[in-house]
């Protein structure tokens, strides 16, 4: 059983910056890819980006079209945390963000939630204009 614990979520304006952490329970962090997923008010969870599981770097990284260039994702298996830092970030950034953990390269290679494992609870992200 793994645990995700997300933080840093809050209010921005646009044009700002956040960096959202997430820390995972367990001593196998490294063996599982990690992802971020948002879901926007009446619509659906989305893919934002993902990171290759393994004891890297390098470590394999896939973005969204609409966050290419502005969000990054990393991870630190030293302290069983995964980031994503979102620059330039606009309103239509706003939802609430969804670490995730996989087994598989699914997700991460085709950008699906499909083959997650674990969720965490979700942090809040809202960027005003």
């Known amino acids: 059983q793994v645990q995700l614990v997300e933080s840093g979520g809050g209010l921005v304006q646009a044009g700002g910056s956040l960096r959202l952490s997430c820390a995972a329970s367990?001593?196998?962090?490294?063996?599982?890819?990690m992802g971020w997923f948002r879901q926007a008010p009446g619509k659906e969870r989305e893919f934002v980006s993902a990171?290759?599981?393994?004891?890297?770097?390098?470590?394999?990284?896939n973005y969204a079209d609409s966050v290419k260039d502005r969000f990054t994702v990393s991870r630190d298996n030293a302290k069983n945390t995964v980031y994503l830092q979102m620059n330039s970030l606009k309103p239509e950034d706003t939802a609430v963000y969804y670490c995730?953990?996989?087994?598989?390269?699914?997700?991460?290679?085709?950008?699906?939630?499909?083959?997650?494992?674990?969720w965490g609870q979700g942090t809040q992200v809202t960027v005003s204009s």
């Open positions: 367990g001593r196998t962090f490294s063996s599982y890819g």
């Open positions: 995730a953990a996989s087994r598989i390269s699914r997700p991460i290679v085709y950008r699906t939630s499909t083959g997650i494992d674990y």
């Open positions: 990171i290759s599981r393994g004891s890297g770097p390098p470590f394999y990284a």
